[in-house]
């Protein structure tokens, strides 16, 4: 079966670095996305990788590496507003979009 | 723009009874989704749309209808509610088809929908 894996929360420190994993099995492979989703809003679009590397955008960076089937997600500074669960999907060979259940990023300050 | 809106935000049914969810996009995208979020689950496609009068069944299909008469509008039918399907349900909408390149799904605030 399909399977995406990201922890069900985490807790980190305003200003500082955190890094949410994303391991993932599917069949076939074209993209892997990053959503932010904070409690009770819509999810919106935050990254997009197919090759493998880092790509980075402002405090946001993802990295893929498609052998290890693997992502992560790095936030760096971190602010409050940063508080929001993070999602992680994967489109299949079939471009179907299989999704992870999200990792809540908890922030203190 | 008003982007991608749902109607209701919220509603409270009874098992048996039915309802129909709206989505509308003013963006002009070809492509439609609804899904379902579950407490501990990742979202998961309903049904999707590819065009104006076009539908298709995604990956937890039953007990649900769909609609695209318009190219702005979505309809998400539930003609005999149960209890599981109480859920937060998100319309997305899109410009592109899914393909290998990076795609932006723009998701409306959802509808929290309880069956009692």
Not at chain 1, 50 to 76: A, Q
Not at chain 2, 4 to 25: D, N, Y
Not at chain 2, 78 to 94: D, K, M, N, R
Request: net charge neutral.
């Amino acid at each position: 079966g399909q399977n995406i894996d990201q922890p069900t929360e985490m807790t980190a420190t305003e200003g500082a670095i955190v890094q949410i994993n994303c391991t993932y099995q599917t069949s076939g492979f074209n993209g892997l996305f990053w959503y932010q989703q904070h409690a009770g809003e819509a999810p919106t679009f935050l990254s997009y990788n197919v090759l493998d590397g880092l790509e980075e955008k402002g405090r946001f960076s993802s990295f893929l590496s498609r052998s290890k089937g693997y992502s992560y997600l790095l936030l760096k500074e971190l602010q409050m507003k940063d508080s929001a669960s993070y999602l992680c999907a994967v489109m299949d060979s079939n471009y179907q979009l299989i999704w992870g259940a999200g990792t809540k990023l908890i922030i203190k300050p | 723009n008003a982007g991608v809106t749902q109607t209701p935000k919220f509603r409270v049914l009874k098992t048996g009874q039915s309802m129909t969810l709206l989505c509308a996009q003013d963006m002009n995208h070809e492509y439609m989704y609804w899904y379902r979020q579950d407490p501990g689950m990742g979202l998961r496609l309903i049904h999707y749309s590819v065009g104006e009068g076009t539908t298709a069944k995604g990956e937890v299909p039953d007990g649900y209808n769909v609609s695209r008469l318009k190219k702005q509008n979505f309809l998400l039918g539930l003609e005999s509610a149960a209890p599981s399907q109480t859920s937060v349900y998100f319309c997305a909408s899109t410009s592109q088809p899914p393909s290998g390149i990076a795609y932006e799904q723009y998701f409306g605030p959802g509808t929290r929908l309880t069956v009692t």
